[in-house]
């Protein structure tokens, strides 16, 4: 019987939490589909700092040592204390009598003597943590002592008899609060009770379910009566606000918020909170105020952390935002909130209140332009000059592709750029260079972006330019600025920046010119205000864009016909050829200028650089003429020489060069080695493999670790011939 009872009560006990739970679904269903909440802590908002109840516990043992069934029924008086900085955690002090009477009362007289009464006291903590306004749950442990007393044990003087009894527990609880002040609960517990004297057969666990109820000291926040109103908000306007921006608003304000307590007493812990629904995951957190003191104002700066949902914005959408602003007064929690509305524009718009916002527009990331970039370096590899500096046969490279899709500067009717950069709240559109790159026709911020963006999605570092009504790109040619005759031989049309040479282009220009003729006007218009640089300035891309990310992107296929590549390709390599013949026409000039060997030996060794070997042949012919022994000039012949393959011609010179090292006995320098080397070359070249492998062993005591780069030439004639019959065979 006292089994079948247990299992009772434990199946009454799991109805009851499964209803509770079900029920807190329901409220949080109801309650979040008719208020938008934003992190409400519960526990906090609803905290109550005394709580008193009554509680009736019906209790069943796990095991008896004893023939008689008793019931034991319990009441309980209790109060609880939440603690404001952690209200989860309830200390609690229980005051109760337990009520041990047997099942047939009055039939057997051994049940009655052992009924008992215990008085007894606890002292325990609960964790109560609440889902909703209406539903908590939780747990707790207690210890406690206890009296108890058996008025009929003592058989033969009938004097009742006392025993000290040692209590401990723990139990979890449900509770329904039916308003703020008032609680109804399940409190299912097991029980262990221990009696310091021999009467002892009620030693150990029960089981016990109980019901309570409980009032709460406090106000229900939720009353209007309750409500608290410390805070006073000042005038807040928000400006338009634009997607291209979403990573700036969130390290820079949108605006300034104006705070006043209006009590007459300090109030403490001031959050506020920024939120627009729709577009941030959660709300956007601002600077908070520990104390805010009687009429005492604070201005605060207004934060967004805008989501990627405000790329998808089309055109001007009116938007409105919430500040929620949370506090103390006087240890009740006050929460007010202010709406504010404004017009949220589109990723291609924005003001030019700063010229740097122009680096959002600048996505090198976007795998639409990677590719066409790809397409476009793959188009012109045949007709690459080594001895050209990269970044700027690149930079022509993506201009001339551009050129072959039809790309053309076109102005902007609505909005253009001169006009939008005289007036900053003036709202301009800027085009993302994939859009205009299928599009194919953009004014010059357009351009300057999409042209940019090629460059930086192949490792450019570029640049912006503005001046008066325009802005247009440069790029880092890398170049050390002191070698910039490399780049062009006229020094205005490269610009130093921080030691290195860029390259200025007027972009707008594209479809209409070739790449020089807008390289020439790039560098005039920035060199037209160098005598009032106020009116210019280049702005690094990827400096700006620390402070202006590049917008997001929904990246899909552009559909874009690339154009043919032989055309591509025909461009560069004429326009390459014009560069070089230009570079080395400056050589060419200071050499006849100066008629000086080391004139025409620059100009012998720049033209190697550029693969022009006729013309290098010529140049060191010259510097030798002016000076037969002038061993720079008669090396770097040898060297086209051999590069010609004219290995007897570049021997010959190579042991004139040799002689002289050794008469003057120069043999230690690392050019002698060189020297040794370039023998041994020139014998491996002419089949003479015995004379070589000798010129090898000579550079092996001169400088091992350079032979080591071409080992075969140790090979002696036997050894030759041998590895000569396998690769025949």
């Known amino acids: ?10 199946l009454i006990v799991l109805m009851l939490l499964q209803g509770a739970f079900l029920c807190a679904q329901e409220l949080n269903t109801a309650t979040t589909g008719a208020t938008r909440i934003y992190g409400i802590n519960y526990n906090e908002k ?108 003592d058989q033969v003087t009938g004097d009742p008899r006392g025993t000290l009894e040692f209590l401990a527990g723990a139990g979890g609880s449900a509770a329904f609060n039916m308003t703020y002040n008032f609680s109804l609960s399940v409190h299912p517990s097991i029980r262990y009770a221990r009696s310091f004297s021999a009467l002892d057969m009620f030693n150990g666990f029960s089981f016990g379910l109980g019901f309570a109820g409980h009032y709460r000291v406090g106000t229900d926040p939720d009353d209007p009566r309750a409500e608290i109103k410390s805070i006073r908000f000042g005038e807040f306007e928000l400006p338009p606000l634009f997607a ?23 109030i403490h812990d001031v959050t506020i909170q920024f939120m627009q629904a729709g577009f941030m995951d959660a709300p956007t957190k601002e600077d908070s105020i520990a104390e805010l003191g009687p009429g005492e104002s604070a201005t605060i700066d207004i934060y967004a952390a805008y989501n990627q949902e405000v790329f998808a914005i089309e055109g001007i959408s009116p938007l409105t935002a919430e500040v929620m602003v949370n506090y103390s007064a006087r240890g009740n929690a006050g929460s007010q909130v202010m709406t504010v509305s404004y017009d949220l524009y ?78 900053p709240m003036v709202i301009d559109k800027v085009s993302l260079p994939r859009n205009t790159l299928k599009r194919g026709t953009g004014d010059c911020d357009d351009l300057t972006a999409l042209y940019c963006s090629l460059l930086e999605s192949v490792g450019i570092e570029t640049s912006f330019i503005t001046t008066p009504g ?34 200025p282009v007027e972009i707008t220009l594209i479809g209409t010119s070739g790449f020089s003729e807008a390289w020439d006007v790039g560098a005039g218009e920035f060199n037209k205000y160098e005598d009032d640089t106020e009116k210019r300035a280049l702005y690094r891309t990827r400096e700006a864009q620390q402070v202006f990310r590049p917008v997001g992107l929904k990246e899909t296929d552009l559909g874009l016909q690339y154009g043919e590549k032989t055309v591509i390709a025909r461009a560069v390599s004429k326009e390459t050829s014009q560069l070089v013949n230009k570079i080395i026409a400056y050589y060419d000039q200071v050499a006849r200028e100066k008629d000086s060997k080391s004139g025409y030996n620059s100009l012998g060794t720049v033209c190697t650089q550029f693969g022009e070997y006729n013309r290098a042949e010529q140049a060191f012919n010259y510097a030798l003429a002016l000076d037969r022994n002038y061993l720079p000039s008669k090396v770097n012949l040898a060297n086209i020489m051999f590069i010609k393959g004219q290995y007897q011609n570049a021997l010959r010179l190579y042991h004139n060069v040799e002689q002289d090292y050794l008469s003057r006995s120069r043999t230690s320098s690392a050019a002698f080695s060189r020297i040794v080397l370039n023998i041994s070359r020139c014998y491996y070249e002419l089949e003479n493999f015995d004379k070589s492998a000798d010129y090898a062993n000579q550079l092996n005591e001169l400088d091992p670790a350079l032979l080591r780069e071409y080992s075969y030439l140790k090979e002696d004639g036997a050894t030759a011939a041998r590895v000569e019959g396998k690769v025949e065979s």
């Open 244 to 266: 291209s921006m979403q990573s700036y608003y969130s390290k820079n304000p949108i605006g300034q918020l104006e705070l006043t307590n209006t009590e007459k007493f300090p």
């Open 46 to 153: 609803y905290r109550s700092p005394l709580a008193i109840g009554l509680e009736y516990q019906s209790l069943t043992p796990f095991s008896i040592s004893y023939e008689e069934e008793f019931s034991f029924n319990d009441f309980n008086l209790n109060s609880k204390y939440s603690f404001k900085s952690i209200p989860q955690i309830q200390p609690y002090l229980g005051l109760g009598i337990q009520l041990a009477t047997p099942l047939r009362a009055g039939v057997s007289v051994e049940a009655e003597r052992f009924s008992h009464t215990t008085y007894y006291g606890v002292l325990g903590t609960s964790y109560i943590h609440k889902f909703n306004k209406q539903l908590e749950m939780g747990g707790d442990v207690f210890l406690g002592i206890g009296q108890a007393v058996y008025p009929n044990v």
């Open 470 to 503: 325009h802005i247009y790109a440069a790029f880092n040619t890398r170049e050390d600025a002191r070698n910039y005759q490399q780049i062009h031989p006229d020094k205005s049309k490269t610009l130093n920046i921080d030691g290195e040479l860029w390259v």
């Open 1 to 10: 019987m006292q089994s079948s009872r247990f299992k009772q009560l434990i």
């Open 346 to 423: 589109d990723k291609e718009s924005l003001t030019w209140d700063d010229d740097r916002k122009m680096a959002a527009y600048i996505t090198p990331a976007d795998s639409a332009l990677r590719n066409y970039a790809s397409f476009v370096r793959q188009s012109a590899r045949d007709v690459v000059n080594p001895g050209l500096n990269e970044s700027l046969q690149v930079a022509l490279q993506m201009y001339y592709g551009l050129t072959e899709i039809g790309c053309i500067y076109q102005k902007d009717p609505t909005s253009p750029f001169d006009a939008a950069q005289e007036n």
